[in-house]
């Protein structure tokens, strides 16, 4: 049961034009989201979180948008840079839980 | 100031072997979390210690699986009698509080990628 699901398993940019990643969620009790990146044969890093009680976080060139009717998240990167080629998770979490579920990636290549 | 340490960082063994994953979280947090990853799939959960204490094993497999995070030393996960489906990257992440919330998630390790063969 994936309660966290990236559909798009590839996403190819420009460099500094914008890429955006989609999120979408199954369970109406997430209330912290988060986005990490990885790269290979490393550990995911954390890149930005958000809570459901705000609908936006920015940080830098990262900027996470929450849609709680739709139970969709998306990161917006701009402007894209090729060292932001890596695989993106976005994982949940609810306050009562102990763990955060993950979707499966979306792998984004940053083209010169 | 050193990040979550994970050891191996691959590690073989034959099917019917014993696998010992170790992690030291990082330098002033308790909370110490094991996932799993297979080839092609998001991270999944497996379990959440505190020192000396499972908190949460509800991702663990019901059998073969086991972790433990004693008083002193690093975090093990263990897995007995491998077959090839554990075959994947475990990452072992830990956090200063319960939830990995305040704005920074988690911290995880560079993983283990386990290969059964």
């Known amino acids: 049961d994936q309660q966290v699901k990236q559909n798009s398993p590839s996403l190819s940019v420009q460099e500094g034009r914008i890429s955006i990643l989609n999120c979408d969620y199954t369970n109406s009790m997430f209330d912290y989201f988060l986005w990490y990146k990885k790269y290979p044969a490393e550990g995911p890093t954390f890149l930005i979180s958000i809570s459901s009680i705000k609908d936006k976080n920015e940080d830098g060139r990262f900027t996470v948008f929450l849609n709680k009717s739709a139970k969709h998240l998306s990161l917006h990167i701009v402007p894209s840079q090729p060292g932001d080629s890596a695989v993106y998770f976005c994982?949940?979490?609810?306050?009562?839980?102990?763990?955060?579920?993950f979707g499966t990636g979306t792998s984004l290549t940053v083209i010169p | 100031n050193a990040g979550v340490m994970q050891n191996p960082r691959h590690l073989v063994r034959r099917r019917g072997q014993e696998a010992r994953l170790r992690c030291s979280p990082m330098k002033g947090h308790s909370h110490v979390y094991w996932y799993r990853q297979l080839p092609e799939e998001g991270l999944k959960f497996m379990v959440y210690l505190q020192k000396e204490n499972i908190i949460d094993e509800s991702g663990m497999p019901k059998e073969r699986f086991s972790a433990e995070f004693p008083k002193e030393g690093p975090s093990i996960l263990r897995i007995q009698q491998v077959v090839r489906g554990d075959s994947a990257a475990y990452f072992c992440a830990s956090s200063p509080n319960s939830q990995g919330r305040g704005g920074y998630g988690y911290t995880f390790g560079s993983g283990t990628r386990l290969t059964v063969v």
């Open positions: 994982a949940a979490s609810r306050s009562t839980g102990n763990q955060f579920y």
